[in-house]
T-cell receptor, first 113, second 117 residues
Framework: GDSVTQMEGPVTLSEEAFLTINCTYT??????LFWYVQYPGEGLQLLLK?????DKGSNKGFEATYRKETTSFHLEKGSVQVSDSAVYFC????????????FGKGITLSVRP | NAGVMQNPRHLVRRRGQEARLRCSPM?????VYWYRQLPEEGLKFMVY????????ESGMPKERFSAEFPKEGPSILRIQQVVRGDSAAYFC???????????????FGPGTRLTVL
């Protein structure tokens, strides 16, 4: 079945540090890939997405590239801020529109001033 | 355009009671999904509904759990005879129909945090 694997956390960085959060997947067919962010006490917000190989999703300084050859969708940001402290989830759907999301376990990012 | 709404935000029940969680999708969205987040874990899919139809309930426990999305009103996730293991955050998401742009994206509500004493 479909699955998403995220690197183990938590991750603690200093402000302005470079961020990489690894995500790899196993899926049948051609999945769409997503990163969601969850701030403390809140629901999930879509951060970015990519729907086909080599697409790059980007938002708020975050980027992730859909790599079919390595089945990966790593999240990067060049300079993190304290306000980026949150839980980050990688997810996929395999049948396009209106299908369930399969999530990774999530990783907690803490950014210190 | 209001986002996905869920209520209550926090719900406390004693073992054996019933829990009812409500979800109103975004305006124009006709597809609703329910997910459960256990402590220290990611979200797990429970059920996918359209108006008056259950499309996929492969993630729903076989007993005590049910869901509906009536023609009028919010979607309801109902848990009968709750047990301590049901304590979790329950999130609802919605998406537009497959014929519309962005139908592959789900928008989440703030969640209902259920505590079973």
């Amino acid at each position: 079945g479909d699955s998403v694997t995220q690197m183990e956390g938590p991750v603690t960085l200093s402000e302005e540090a470079f961020l990489t959060i690894n995500c790899t997947y196993t899926a049948t067919g051609y999945p769409s890939l997503f990163w969601y962010v969850q701030y403390p006490g809140e629901g999930l917000q879509l951060l970015l997405k990519a729907t086909k190989a080599d697409d790059k999703g980007s938002n708020k300084g975050f980027e992730a590239t859909y790599r079919k050859e390595t089945t990966s969708f790593h999240l990067e940001k060049g300079s993190v801020q304290v306000s980026d402290s949150a839980v980050y989830f990688c997810a996929l759907t395999t049948t396009g529109a209106n299908s369930k999301l399969t999530f990774g376990k999530g990783i907690t990012l803490s950014v210190r001033p | 355009n209001a986002g996905v709404m869920q209520n209550p935000r926090h719900l406390v029940r004693r073992r054996g009671q019933e829990a009812r969680l409500r979800c109103s999708p975004m305006k124009g969205h006709s597809h609703v999904y329910w997910y459960r987040q256990l402590p220290e874990e990611g979200l797990k899919f429970m059920v996918y509904l359209q108006k008056e139809n259950i499309i996929d309930e492969s993630g729903m426990p076989k007993e005590r759990f049910s869901a509906e999305f009536p023609k009028e009103g919010p979607s309801i996730l109902r848990i009968q005879q709750v047990v301590r293991g049901d304590s979790a955050a329950y999130f609802c998401a919605s998406s537009p129909s497959g014929a519309r742009p962005g139908a592959d994206t789900q928008y989440f509500g703030p969640g209902t945090r259920l505590t079973v004493l």
